[in-house]
């Protein structure tokens, strides 16, 4: 079955450190998001993609960039991780194939990470 | 732009029905209103979406006025399974204005 899935699961690490949270997707979906989840602050988007090789920023951008070099995988790096950038992070995906944003997200489970 | 606002709680009872509003005071024409359910330790998963009037599909109905400045997701007979948090979306696609605005969840707690 298609699904989209979230690698590592927990992850902790220490303030300076550059980070990866991988995202992988086998719906052949156009679209690709990462948000973060926080309490208080509800789903916030931080890049999206429509494409390969297309990227955009989304509302939280600071301190994260991403990747588009194939319709799979969206990965999202941490530069230079900050303690405020202790979140639980989502990655999803969606169909669209004429950049639109309405058609449904298929969220993946979810990474939850600690900055030290 | 658009900004969303739902309660942030809610209690009822198995077998009621549930009504949950979100306002969205500033939607534009081109908004579309979308909700989704997230269960603990999960990502949130689609429910209904709309434009205006009323949608129905298989677990939940969406009433969106004519105005659109709110919508109400209705959960019919509500059962253990459907505490969770439920998002209100409201999808910008115009042009180079693309915008997805969250509101951030009303947490639905069902009673025995």
């Known amino acids: 079955d298609a699904e989209i899935t979230q690698s590592p699961r927990h992850k902790i690490t220490e303030t300076g450190r550059q980070v990866t949270l991988a995202c992988h997707q086998t719906?052949?979906?156009?679209?690709m998001f990462w948000y973060r989840q926080d309490l208080g602050h509800g789903l916030r988007l931080i890049h999206y993609s429509y494409g390969v090789h297309d990227t955009n920023k989304g509302e939280v951008s600071d301190g994260y960039s991403v990747s588009r070099s194939n319709t799979e995988d969206l990965p999202l790096t941490l530069e230079s991780a900050a303690s405020s950038q202790t979140s639980v992070y989502f990655c999803?995906?969606?169909?669209?194939?004429?950049?639109?944003?309405?058609?449904?997200?298929?969220f993946g489970p979810g990474t939850r990470l600690t900055v030290l | 732009l658009a900004k969303t606002t739902q309660p942030i709680s809610m209690d009822s009872y198995e077998g009621q029905e549930v009504n949950i509003t979100c306002s969205h005071n500033?939607?534009?024409?081109?908004?579309?209103i979308t909700w989704y359910q997230q269960f603990p330790s999960q990502g949130p998963r689609f429910i209904i979406q709309g434009y205006k009037t009323k949608v129905t599909n298989e677990v939940a109905s969406l009433f969106i006025p004519a105005d659109r400045k709110s919508s109400t997701l209705s959960l019919p007979r509500v059962s253990l399974s459907d505490t969770a948090v439920y998002y209100c979306?409201?999808?910008?696609?115009?042009?180079?204005?693309?915008?997805?605005?969250w509101g951030l969840g009303t947490s639905l707690a069902v009673n025995p």
């Open positions: 500033n939607i534009a024409t081109n908004d579309y």
């Open positions: 979306l409201v999808v910008t696609n115009a042009g180079n204005n693309r915008k997805l605005i």
């Open positions: 719906w052949n979906h156009n679209n």
């Open positions: 999803a995906s969606s169909e669209s194939i004429s950049l639109k944003l309405t058609d449904t997200q298929y």
